[in-house]
């Protein structure tokens, strides 16, 4: 099905595991696809409908070239999937100041930076897309067990990054209501523990504890992604739709 043809979507992390699994879904559903990453993708494909660009989504100006850009040149901006983030691990007693800002910075102000700039051009076409990449860890405080062994706390998402991904769901759920009068719906997709280069550490206690029996991939979250994206699911916004295998239920 290509039920996006003739839609155009920005993907912010486009370079990173999920990001990239992203954009394929995407173009394979007949968008035209902007990848974006701190450093261009190498992966472009003007033929299939994906073009890359370097993009910091941490700088306002940057993003609203980008945007401003795309709008532009291809007519409208439709889709827009903001799956550019960092992992952080460690505890609270330990985590520097430095680190907290600098997971803040790309998880959650990125984010709204990235939304922000799409506002004006969805609502003006009156139809608009925006999916958040959230995180379990958003939701249940984090999957390590200190209390049980202190080193699973070092190789699961500290407090940083499950607050900046808690900051995104809320993010969503305000933009949902603020949009939704103007043909725009803001979701996002909460995934668990997904098999990537950042979870190589995952612990095989917390492994263990994933009721489907296994990490998630990259094209588990995109094919999630791809559903919130649909033009016919209109009456969908506001959600935060859970990827996790059943590691967390809500």
Known sequence: MRELEGKVA????????????????????????????????????????????????????????????????????????????????????????????????????????????AIGPMKANGFGRIVNIGSVVGKNAGNARPWLDAGEQARAGNVAYGASKAGAHMLTLFLAKELAAYGVTVNA????????????????????????????TPADVARAVLFLCAPENGFVTGEILDVNGGMYCD
């Not at 699994?21 to 007949?30: C, D, E, N, Q, R």
């Not at 263990?208 to 998630?216: E, V």
């Open 189 to 216: 997709v909460a995934p668990g523990p997904i098999a990537t280069a950042m979870t190589t550490t995952f612990p095989d206690a917390l492994r263990a504890l994933i009721p489907a029996g296994r990490m998630g």
């Open 10 to 117: 920005l993907v912010t992390g486009g370079a990173g595991a999920i990001g990239a699994a992203v954009v394929h879904a995407l173009a394979v559903a007949g968008a035209t696809v902007v990848s974006a990453d701190k450093v261009a993708p190498s992966v472009q494909d003007a033929q299939a409908g994906v073009h890359a660009a370097a993009l910091d989504v941490t700088a306002r100006d940057e993003v609203a070239r980008l945007v401003a850009g795309i709008v532009q040149r291809h007519g409208a901006l439709d889709v827009l999937v903001n799956a550019a983030g960092v992992v952080s691990f460690g505890s609270a007693a330990t985590l520097e100041e430095a680190e907290w800002n600098r997971v803040l910075d790309i998880n959650l102000k990125g984010v709204f930076l990235a939304c922000q700039a």
